[in-house]
């Protein structure tokens, strides 16, 4: 029996067909672009709170995948859309709408799917609080599976949670066989940072340094890569490779690749300087550095090692609290921000301990109660002399304080307490002083 059916009927239902199977491939494409760009971002900011540009990202993955699950129920992506919207899910704390979309693929997905979900099923457990079943499923997937990319992927979760239970040998062990089975460079330079970083805290040097090294060879990030190096020239200062440190400075500095980090550059070489005690190089080059980089992180931490060297070395006071009030005008957001306050706060109450010292030095302490008396008239009739409410030990006291805790200056420090010990017996602040020695 011939079709009834005319040729353009026929030509239609085809291309209908077609539309439709290109429209559920287009939208689950969608959630893949949405999800590869989430990740890509997050990667990037390792360390760090999921921006709010990559939680968008997830959530749309979501959208896109919960729109093929709707309108093409019966698509071949049926699957996959369900582990990638459960994956973008985990990362939005959604954890347990994702452990339901885990057990439907646990339920009916490919070999390659089940195991796939087998793994993000345990970080959700571990993320909702049950810890150890979290490290048991991980590790029971990780001797079970072939896949490189899971192996990989369980060993970098178990790193993470051992670093959370502050295991550090642990969590390092898991990091280098992370690092060796991962081929997703992405990921690659995300656990080099993470190695690197560790071993650099315990002092492993060497480790570090190949972490490092190799975080710049794979990370996608700018700002990890160049703190990779910036970390590599700290270790060879470290380990006294002076003249490799500053070969690598100067060649850094003449890159331009390297501009953004080019102040931060210019302080490791004021810390080379130090470390080879060429001090004379040090205020000179911290002052070409305020100078270059106004208004920067860099200058406000040189501002503070400048009021540092006059606390120590020089000893000018004065000069001292002018850098350290400059810190926090140069940049509010440094991490010296708050020292240099304290440091200019503390010099505040030195000066002011020396002023009320003076004060006590100009009033005369006379036996005679002829002169007594004259002087007790001239208080009364005039008020340019005012009396410290502190006496003269408890100042001694409190300057002694400051040059131990605030100025590091302890042989400065032993002298005023040894002149309340010697000088003021009856004080009560000759006990103090004692007692403080004791423990010096």
């Not at 000179?284 to 503070?304: C, F, G, K, P, W």
Request: glycine share 4%; net charge negative.
């Amino acid at each position: 029996m011939r079709s009834t059916l005319a040729p353009e009927t026929i030509l239609y239902s085809v291309l209908l067909i077609g539309l439709g199977g290109c429209a559920y491939f287009n939208t689950f494409y969608n959630a893949q672009q949405y999800y590869q760009e989430a990740e890509k971002i997050r990667l990037q900011k390792e360390g760090e709170t999921i921006p709010i540009t990559a939680m968008d990202k997830y959530g749309k993955t979501v959208q896109k995948c919960q729109k093929v699950l709707n309108d093409f129920p019966e698509s071949k992506f049926r699957l996959d859309a369900i582990l990638l919207m459960a994956k973008a899910r985990f990362y939005r704390s959604d954890y347990d709408l994702a452990l339901g979309n885990l057990k439907t693929i646990s339920e009916v997905g490919s070999e390659q799917q089940i195991e796939e979900a087998g793994y993000w099923r345990a970080l959700c457990k571990w993320k909702k609080g049950n810890v150890q079943t979290g490290i048991n499923e991980l590790t029971v997937l990780l001797e079970s599976s072939e896949s490189k990319n899971i192996q990989s992927k369980c060993h970098l979760s178990l790193a993470e949670i051992a670093q959370e239970l502050k295991e550090p040998e642990t969590a390092m062990s898991h990091l280098q066989e992370g690092a060796r089975l991962t081929q997703n460079r992405d990921e690659k330079g995300v656990i080099y940072g993470r190695l690197a970083e560790m071993a650099f805290n315990r002092e492993e040097y060497e480790l570090a340094e190949d972490g490092y090294s190799n975080v710049i060879a794979h990370s996608l990030s700018k700002n990890n890569v160049e703190k990779a190096h910036l970390q590599i020239l700290k270790i060879l200062r470290i380990q006294k490779k002076y003249r490799s440190a500053s070969r690598k400075i100067k060649g850094m500095l003449a890159d331009d690749k390297f501009n953004r980090i080019s102040g931060n550059l210019e302080l490791e070489l004021v810390q080379l300087y130090r470390a080879q005690g060429e001090f004379s190089e040090i205020e000179t080059r911290l002052e070409s550095i305020v100078n270059d980089y106004q208004r920067t992180l860099v200058s406000a931490e040189a501002y503070y090692q400048l009021g540092q060297i006059y606390t120590s070395e020089k000893w000018n006071l004065v000069k001292a609290k002018e850098y350290f009030d400059l810190v926090s005008k140069e940049s509010s957001k440094s991490l010296f921000s708050p020292m240099a306050k304290s440091r200019s706060k503390a010099i505040s109450t030195y000066q002011e301990a020396e002023k009320d010292l003076d004060s006590h030095g100009n009033i005369p302490i006379e036996e005679d109660t002829t002169q007594a008396a004259s002087y007790q008239d001239t208080l009364s009739t005039s008020v340019s002399i005012i009396i410290p409410e502190r006496t003269v030990p408890e100042l001694y006291y409190q300057l002694a304080d400051l040059e131990a805790f605030s100025f590091n200056r302890y042989p400065q420090s032993i002298e005023f307490l040894n002149i309340i010990i010697n000088e003021y017996p009856d004080s009560p602040f000759q006990a103090k002083s004692m007692f403080a020695l004791a423990f010096d």
